[in-house]
C-alpha cells in the first residue's frame, strides 16, 4: 500500500512560519525524487518545490528564499519548511514522487490569514 502523508499544516498570520512533513510508505522513497505541490481554491494545482534521491533542491520563484524543502531518507520523510507566509500561500499542499507520480494522498491545509 503506497502511500505519502503530507501533515503540519494549520492557521498561521502573514509573516509567520510552518513547517509540513511527508511520510512516505509502501514504496523504495529513496529511489524517488520527491515534489510539494499546492492547489488554492478555485486554481490549478501547482508546483512548488522538488528534492532529488540525493538532496539537491529547487523551489519555484514564488517561494523562493522563502520556503526550503529537505529529504532524509533514513526516516522516509520530506519536510517543507515555510518562513514569510503571504496570504497567497493559501492552499492545500500535497507531495508526491516527481516526476512520475504515485499517490497524491489527502494533503494537508495551510491558511494563512489574519
Known amino acids: 500500500d503506497v502511500q505519502l502523508q503530507a501533515s503540519g499544516g494549520g492557521l498561521v498570520q502573514p509573516g509567520g512560519s510552518l513547517r509540513l512533513s511527508c511520510a512516505a510508505s509502501g514504496f523504495s522513497f529513496d529511489d524517488y525524487a520527491i515534489g510539494w505541490f499546492r492547489q488554492a481554491p478555485g486554481k490549478e494545482r501547482e508546483l512548488v518545490a522538488t528534492a532529488t534521491t540525493t538532496g539537491s533542491t529547487y523551489s519555484v520563484d514564488s517561494v523562493k528564499g522563502r520556503f526550503t524543502i529537505s529529504r532524509d531518507n533514513a526516516k522516509n520523510t520530506v519536510y517543507l519548511q515555510m518562513n514569510n507566509l503571504k496570504l497567497e500561500d493559501t492552499a492545500v499542499y500535497f507531495c508526491?514522487?516527481?516526476?512520475?507520480?504515485?499517490?497524491w494522498g489527502q494533503g494537508t491545509l495551510v491558511t494563512v490569514s489574519s
Open positions: 508526491n514522487a516527481f516526476p512520475a507520480f504515485i499517490s
